[in-house]
Nanobody, 125 residues
């Protein structure tokens, strides 16, 4: 069974930064990339960022573009999410997941087949 473990969440003031990390036990040749999603209280799960292993192309939601940066190491099957200029509306549980290209586009949650348990990010105003 594939396991994904997120770390790095916490409480930060608005304008601050956090760095999330995710490690997957899945062998890299078994997925096409990885991504980050979040779910805020009372809202649907939202795509945040994704990275594709074939060319290390990155994708971002408009809400975080310019503030968040996804990076990864294909050989280790790990990804990070550097979050800067955090806002209270970034408060959510953040999840990492493994992406399968044959399932759909990298921005769609339905294209991901393995998920972590999530890590809480709270941004105070």
């Amino acid at each position: 069974q594939v396991q994904l473990v997120e770390s790095g969440g916490g409480l930060v003031q608005a304008g601050g930064s956090l760095r999330l990390s995710c490690a997957s036990s899945e062998r890299t040749f078994r997925n096409y990339g990885m991504g980050w999603f979040r779910r805020a209280p009372g809202k649907e799960r939202e795509f945040i960022a994704g990275i594709r292993w074939t060319d290390y192309a990155t994708y971002y939601a408009d809400s975080v573009k310019g503030r968040f940066t996804i990076s990864g190491d294909n050989s280790k099957n790990t990804i990070d999410l550097q979050m800067n200029s955090l806002k209270p509306e970034d408060t959510a549980i953040y999840y990492c997941a493994t992406y399968q290209a044959w399932m759909g586009t990298i921005t769609m949650a339905s294209s991901y087949n393995n998920w972590g348990q999530g890590t809480q990010v709270t941004v105070s105003s």
